[in-house]
Structures are given as structure tokens and as C-alpha cells.
């Protein structure tokens, strides 16, 4: 947003009393800074230790060939979560969509870590979609109301280096946990983090964030915005397509036609109104960076979700190995957010994106080079942290400049969106890249690599077929890097 202003009288009174050399751990700013760092923090431990945990989840449940529906079905319902948080931040305030996430997303890791099946496990990981979903938009409307756009890169940057400790330390735990214990308590365990942030951030975001654009609900002349049910509709319709979709490629059978031609039928339309005008075809501005922020999310992730596996089932390594080499891309991706964050390159924010989404295109191509048996593993870890650094740049400067960009009456509506472009890239990246792992004999590695060591139903080729498209999605982003500056 170009000047999203803090909501209240004292946070514009904080604004305004703001020296130069306040920072986002300046008295003002500390609590709320440490409290919604807190909420990253909590959501990329999940991201890696269940990351790890998923090959032998999968193959326990006997539901490797559902692979990739158990991370679909968490981008899936969290573009319902998206909308519905940037509609609800916009008519009360974040406080009430924060508070509602996280307590779907600790429900969603006790449903899966309770599961019998691979369906019931899929089931949680919606769950927990949808709680992330309304999380991490009301996230984007606290960083645009609370602080003032000089400090938005430094926070933004913030909640990149809260995923370092997590990288390192998530992978290791989760595979020990996996290994002794079982991997069930990677999912148990993890709702007790809940508490420290809901007990540090609520109380800061209630007193600086709450209400409406303008003032407190109820305050003279200040109207409480009304839900926009249409978009709740779009939100639903997208959802449910995307779900259809990737049921039908997971499918491959003549009669997934008609759920794959409902799918389309339902999302094209509902994306074509959820995300600003000109989207699709890369407009200046606005459009390019949402659209931006889709490729570099989609294309990283999907090829990500496919990491440990392939490590696990085709080049014999332990579960926790598997996780660990994914360890220094969290460290890198800190370090790009960081370099974005700098005063003096902000002049050069575009040209970051481009040599960061370049990084993320050859992080994605050389990753199945561990195909190769002569290969070293570890350069699967080499490939990530340069992709990881690269992904850095991009996506917290993509936050940088959907918030520059965006009017304060918009704001939870744009960041919506541009998180809508990263659900529902990932979502539908997954399932082309998952159809083709599936299609070329993916499922067979269930029963593979049931220890260190010992690698069976090779299948290559399903995983090359899920790499090097995506390395191609992400070269589309290289072109799109030079649209976001509006002439």
C-alpha cells in the first residue's frame, strides 16, 4: 500500500512521533513485532517438520500415490481462508480472522496426526489449510496498518529470518521424532506452540489494529464495511475447483474428465474475479506482482513437496537426512529477505526480483541431478540454498510492493489476492506436477527405501517430470520481474 496509515489514534500518534532511528524493536513496535514473529515462527516449524514427516506418513497410511493431495488440500481450503480473512480484516479488523486460523490450524494437525488413513489425514491438512489461510492474510493487514512504511521491509524480512531456526532445527527434530517415536507426534506436538503466540500478539494487534479502516467500530462517522458476498461465492468457487482439479489428476481415468471440466468450469471464473484486472495477461503494476508472486510460489513449492521423497525413495537416504537438506535454504532464504530489506537497494527492488527469480529457476533444474547416481546427494542442498536465497528476494519484495501499491481500504482485499496467486499456484502446480509423477509411475515407490540405505522401485522419471516443468514456470516469472514498474 502506498500509505496504508496505522487504524487507530494511537498507533497514528506512534507514527507520527517516530524518529528516524526507530526500528521495528523500537519501544513502540516491540511487543507486536515479537508477537506476530511469533505466529511466523509457529507456522514454518509445521511447514518443515511435517515436510520431513510426510514420506513415512504417506507410506504408513499407504497413501503415496495421494502424495501430493496431502499438501494440496492445505493450499485448497486456504484460498477460501484468504478471501474470507481479507474480507473479515477489512470490516473488523484482523484480530478476530488471526485468532480463528490459528485455532483451525492446531485442529487441523490433531486431525492428521490422529488419522487412520490417508483420507482422514488429508482431511486435516484442510483443516489446518484453512486456518493458515486466514492467518497469514490478517498478518499482511497488521504489517500494513501497525507500521509505517519504512519499517515494512524490516518486518517483512523479519518474518523470513523466522524461518531460519525452523529450517535447521525442524528437519532434525521432526526425523528423530519420526524415526524413535513415530510420526504421528510430529503433528501432535506442534498445537502447544500455539499458545506463546496467541498470548503475545493478540493483545498488541487488539490495541493497534482493531476495527475498520478509519477509526473503532462504532465511532462517529467510521461505517463498519459490510461482507462482499459475491466474493465469499468466488472464494468458495475457487476452492472447490481447485479440489476438483486436482482429484482429477490424481485420478488419470477417462471419468476424472467430468470433475477435472466441473473443476475449470467453476475456478476460471472465480480467479478471473478474485484477483486484480489484468492479471493474466501480466499488466504493469499491481497485476504483475500478484501474478509474480504465484509462479515464484508455485513453482518453488511444488517442486519442494517432491524433495524429501525423491531423496528417501531414489537415493536411499534416512528421513531425517531427507528434511535436513532442505536446512540451509530456510538460512538463505533469511539472508535474500534481509538484502531486500536494505535502504539503499530499494531503487533496484525490480531488478532483485529478476536475478532472485533466476536463482529460483536454476535452484528448481539442478535439483533432480541426484537422479544421477554419480551425483552427490548433498547437491540437492547446494541447488536449495541458492534457490532459497532467490526466493527470499522475491517474495518479500512482492509483500513490499502489493502493500506500496495499495490504497488502506484495500488492503485486506489485495493481500487476498496476492495470496490467492500463491494457493492456487501451488494448488494447481501440484496437481499437473503430481498427474505426472502419478502417470509415469510415482506411486510405486510406496514400499521404497523402507530404510536408510536401501532404494527400491526406482522411478526417475516421475520426478524429473515434476522438476523441470516447474523450473520452466519459474523462467515465466524472470519475464514477468520486468512489469512490475508502473511507467
Not at 511444488?302 to 535454504?329: H, I, K, N, W, Y
Not at 537422479?371 to 519484495?397: K, N, R
Not at 494457493?423 to 502419478?438: C, D, E, I, K
Request: glycine share 12%; with cysteine; hydrophobic share 55%.
Amino acid at each position: 500500500m502506498s500509505a496504508l496509515e496505522p487504524r487507530d489514534t494511537d498507533v497514528a500518534a506512534d507514527a507520527l512521533a517516530m524518529e528516524p532511528k526507530d526500528t521495528v524493536l523500537s519501544r513502540s513496535y516491540r511487543a507486536l513485532s515479537i508477537g506476530i514473529v511469533s505466529v511466523v515462527l509457529l507456522i514454518a516449524f509445521e511447514a518443515t517438520a511435517v515436510g520431513t514427516a510426510m514420506p513415512v506418513a504417506a507410506r504408513e497410511l499407504d497413501g503415496v500415490s495421494l502424495y501430493a493431495f496431502a499438501f494440496s488440500a492445505f493450499f485448497t481450503t486456504s484460498l477460501f481462508g484468504m478471501v474470507l480473512s481479507g474480507q473479515w480484516s477489512d470490516r473488523s479488523g484482523p484480530l478476530g480472522p488471526l485468532t480463528a486460523g490459528i485455532s483451525a490450524f492446531a485442529a487441523g494437525l490433531l486431525l492428521a496426526g490422529t488419522a487412520v488413513s490417508m483420507w482422514p489425514f488429508i482431511l486435516g491438512r484442510a483443516v489446518q489449510g484453512l486456518g493458515g489461510g486466514l492467518v497469514i492474510v490478517a498478518l499482511y493487514v497488521v504489517v500494513g496498518r501497525a507500521y509505517p512504511e519504512r519499517l515494512r521491509p524490516a518486518i517483512m524480512a523479519a518474518f523470513a529470518a523466522s524461518w531460519v531456526v525452523p529450517s535447521i532445527v525442524g528437519p532434525l527434530a521432526s526425523g528423530a521424532v519420526t524415526e524413535h517415536i513415530g510420526w504421528r507426534w510430529v503433528f501432535l506436538g506442534i498445537p502447544v506452540l500455539v499458545l506463546l503466540p496467541l498470548a503475545l500478539a493478540l493483545p498488541q494487534i487488539r490495541r493497534k489494529t482493531a476495527g475498520p479502516v478509519g477509526g473503532e467500530p462504532g465511532e462517529s462517522g467510521v461505517e463498519r464495511a459490510s461482507f462482499d458476498r459475491r466474493r465469499i461465492k468466488l472464494a468458495l468457487g475457487i476452492s472447490v475447483g481447485a479440489g476438483l482439479l486436482q482429484y482429477a489428476a490424481q485420478d488419470l481415468r477417462w471419468f476424472s474428465l467430468l470433475p477435472g471440466a466441473a473443476g475449470l468450469a467453476l475456478l476460471v471464473p472465480a480467479a478471473l474475479g478474485l484477483l486484480p484486472r489484468g492479471t493474466y495477461r501480466a499488466a504493469r503494476g499491481l497485476p504483475s506482482v500478484v501474478l509474480l508472486r504465484g509462479l515464484a510460489a508455485g513453482s518453488f513449492i511444488s517442486a519442494e513437496s517432491f524433495v524429501p521423497l525423491m531423496l528417501v525413495t531414489q537415493r536411499g537416504l534416512s528421513p531425517t537426512l531427507a528434511g535436513f537438506s532442505l536446512a540451509a535454504g530456510g538460512v538463505t532464504w533469511a539472508l535474500g529477505s534481509w538484502v531486500q530489506s536494505r535502504p539503499r537497494l530499494e531503487a533496484y527492488r525490480e531488478r532483485l526480483t529478476t536475478f532472485g527469480m533466476l536463482l529460483v529457476a536454476a535452484g528448481i533444474a539442478a535439483a533432480p541431478s541426484v537422479l544421477v547416481q554419480e551425483v552427490p546427494a548433498w547437491t540437492v542442498a547446494v541447488a536449495w540454498a541458492f534457490g532459497c536465497f532467490g526466493m527470499g528476494l522475491v517474495i518479500s519484495s512482492s509483500s513490499v510492493l502489493l502493500l506500496k501499491l495499495s490504497p488502506p481500504e484495500e488492503a485486506g482485499t489485495n493481500s487476498a489476492a496476492l495470496q490467492i496467486s500463491d494457493g492456487l499456484s501451488n494448488t494447481l502446480l501440484l496437481a499437473a506436477g503430481g498427474a505426472a509423477f502419478a502417470a509415469l509411475g510415482g506411486g510405486a515407490v510406496s514400499h521404497a527405501a523402507t530404510q536408510a540405505g536401501a532404494v527400491s522401485g526406482s522411478r526417475p522419471a516421475a520426478f524429473a517430470a515434476v522438476f523441470l516443468p516447474m523450473a520452466a514456470v519459474a523462467l515465466v516469472g524472470v519475464w514477468v520481474t520486468t512489469r512490475l514498474r508502473v511507467r
